[in-house]
């Protein structure tokens, strides 16, 4: 990976990723979270393997979306949040004080709940982080770039000849898909998503969970999702919090069918959550 301590051209990272790495891109150690005095995590450890999809699951409240946010650390945004273990990306220790959140975030993009494209059209809306970032150095590599990852989030063929309108001005599908185009435009390694069918009637949210399944051959995936049936059709790998608590991992049909521990058990079958 290129270094999340210097500037880095994320370009390359994707591109030169060798064929077969075993080794997950994230690991997290005894990660305890805080909101003021209460605490949200306790002593989470759990590894993220790259190029699948790992969908975080649990009951309304066991603290998904904060171990989420905890990996690109959007946590910092919240002033009375504070984090701690240790949390490696590719090696690197993404809490190190001499760690550059921007770069971070580019490598480890975020997808939110609600769409939410910039009051920009459709093209600035993707040029946007590129151009922040430096990634190109003409307007035609901007306009690949644009093309590329239109293409990646399957939305060009709709947009294709209407670029300079505004984003806002498409349907909340394609506005998610919008979303993710401008995520995967900074060529990230990692895209976390927090619950993005959410807003989505069932024919956009079959878009997406399509396109996830296409995206995770060049990027890593992690998936808050309130849907069992969700996980099931998105994620190679599934991990149930419950309570705060980390409470089970594994390949997700093997979380589904034989799960080992009683409270995984209970929530797949409807008794909690
Ligand atoms: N900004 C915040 N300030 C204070 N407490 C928070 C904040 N965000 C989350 N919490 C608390 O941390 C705990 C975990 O919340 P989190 O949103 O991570 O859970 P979740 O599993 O994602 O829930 P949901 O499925 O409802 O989105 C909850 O008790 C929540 O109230």
Redesign the pocket.
């Known amino acids: 990976m290129n270094n999340i301590v210097t500037e880095m051209s994320g370009a390359a990272s994707v591109q030169n990723k060798p064929a077969v790495n075993k080794a997950p891109i994230f690991t997290a150690k005894n990660v305890d979270?805080y909101?003021?005095a209460?605490q949200?995590?306790d002593k989470i450890n759990l590894d993220i393997p790259r190029n699948k999809v790992t969908s975080?699951i649990?009951?309304?409240?066991?603290?998904?979306?904060?171990?989420?946010?905890c990996l690109n650390r959007m946590n910092d945004l919240?002033d009375?949040?504070r984090v701690e273990g240790d949390i490696q990306l590719e090696g690197q220790d993404i809490y190190a004080p001499e760690v550059d959140v921007v770069a971070l975030r580019q490598h480890v993009g975020m997808v939110f709940q609600k769409p939410n494209p910039f009051p920009k059209s459709i093209y600035d809306n993707i040029a946007y982080g590129p151009r922040i970032h430096g990634l190109t150095s003409s307007k035609s590599e901007l306009d690949d770039i644009v093309e590329w990852s239109l293409q990646r989030a399957g939305l060009w063929k709709e947009v294709s000849d209407r670029l300079q309108e505004p984003g806002t001005g498409l349907s909340g599908g394609q506005q998610q898909r919008l979303c993710i185009a401008r995520a995967i435009a900074v060529r990230p390694e990692v895209i976390l998503m927090?619950?993005p069918c959410s807003a989505l009637d069932p024919i956009a949210t079959a878009t997406i969970e399509e396109l996830i399944d296409e995206l995770r051959e060049k990027f890593t995936i992690v998936i808050?999702t309130?849907s069992m049936q969700q996980a099931a059709r998105v994620s190679q790998r599934t991990a149930f919090?419950h309570l705060?608590n980390l409470v089970e991992t594994g390949a997700t049909k093997t979380l589904f069918t034989s799960p080992e521990d009683e409270r995984t058990q209970n929530y797949i079958t409807g008794r909690i959550g």
């Open positions: 979270v909101y003021g209460k949200a995590l975080l649990g009951p309304s409240g066991c603290g998904k979306s904060t171990f989420l946010r919240v009375i949040c927090d619950e808050v309130h919090f705060g």
